[in-house]
């Protein structure tokens, strides 16, 4: 099977793309065909952010955006399938999410995915997030599935995905019961608001950050939100580290003489403070991790990889690519995984990430 994963994150600037060859099952192989990334164009990119922000948002507006969501996601798929040497069996699609509620087991993700089936004229899987909820679980995080299927031949393992939001797939055997998956708190997002006055999307490669000084009372302040206390699985999102969480921190640095880069930062310091303290936390007794495999958008930020590598020594860090998985289509790949399982009616959801009572067969499929 040829399976095509696109996902949107949390951080909202765009789609990253993947397509693979896979034949599900209990050991599955999988080769990556293709990867690309489409930014979003500017105006989709701020209407995502308002949606996903506690700014009045009409539903009027959240049906128009669900409608533009759609329509740029067809557009994408349609360029990159052109690309492709044979045509996919299945399109999986994660979209774009604007609200994650996980204690009320609620959630919900935007772009519809009938405009996709109808463009490509393939089988979409979209909104995989419902069934694992209606199970009892947080419908996050999703990805471990895939991590399990790339990487569960080298545990022990940990695998980091550093987007909007940091999490960590543990992997500590090769069985899928075994693995430990969560949200450690915010990676890029708050950087990412704290930086948007500025007139720049993100703290390209963390030079401002590296500059820096850490506010150590601000640091102190955001770790005690009661988020970095809970034991996994947990999973969280904009709500508890969206702008509101950056404007804190700005506030609290810039009342006491700092600058924005010193507000940059700390809120680095917290990534990174957090991934170390749950990765320590979380590891079973008796395991010993082999590497730290770091995917996502904050893989590019050498400060922050650099931060994380001491936060973490002597354990190694080391990027996913050098373990044939691109770092910036980590997330699409486990999505094409997910959709070809579905298509396979095969659980394609960990409940050990989840919390759910049971492996559940994740995503509703349209046609063309």
Known sequence: MIAVGM?????????????????????????????????????????????GSDAPFALSDIARLHAALGDAYAAAAS?????????????????????????????????????????????????FRSADMAAGGEGAPLVPFGDHVLFGSRAPIAVLNLGGIANLTLIPTASADDVIAFDTGPANMPSDAIIAPSGEMFD????????????????????A?????????????????????????????TSDGGSLDDALATVLAVTTRTIADALARETPRGTTWSLLAVAGGGARNATLMDSLARAVAPLRVVKTDELGVPSQAREAIAFA??????????????????????????GAVHLP
């Open 79 to 127: 360029a990159f399938i052109a690309t492709l040497p044979d045509r996919p069996d299945v399109i999986a699609l994660h979209g774009q999410t604007v609200a994650h509620l996980p204690t009320e087991h609620a959630t919900l993700q935007l772009g519809d995915a009938s405009r996709v089936a109808r463009a490509t004229g393939l089988p979409t899987v979209n909104d």
């Open 204 to 223: 390209r490669d963390g030079r401002r950050a590296r500059v820096g000084r850490i506010n150590e009372r601000a640091l102190e302040e955001a770790m």
């Open 225 to 253: 939100h009661p988020y970095f206390a809970r034991r996994a699985p947990k999973s969280t999102g904009r709500e508890d580290f969206g702008k509101p969480f950056a404007t804190r921190v700005l506030d609290r640095v």
């Open 7 to 51: 996902m949107s994150g949390t951080s909202g600037d765009g789609i990253n793309l993947a397509a693979i060859e896979i034949e599900p099952g209990a050991r599955p192989n999988v080769r990556i065909v293709a990867t690309a990334e489409q930014p979003y164009p500017p105006k989709l990119r701020d209407a995502v952010l308002r949606a």
């Open 337 to 362: 995984i997910m959709g070809a399982y579905r298509m396979r009616e095969l659980p394609n959801i960990l409940p050990s990430a989840t919390g759910a009572r049971k492996a559940v067969r994740g």
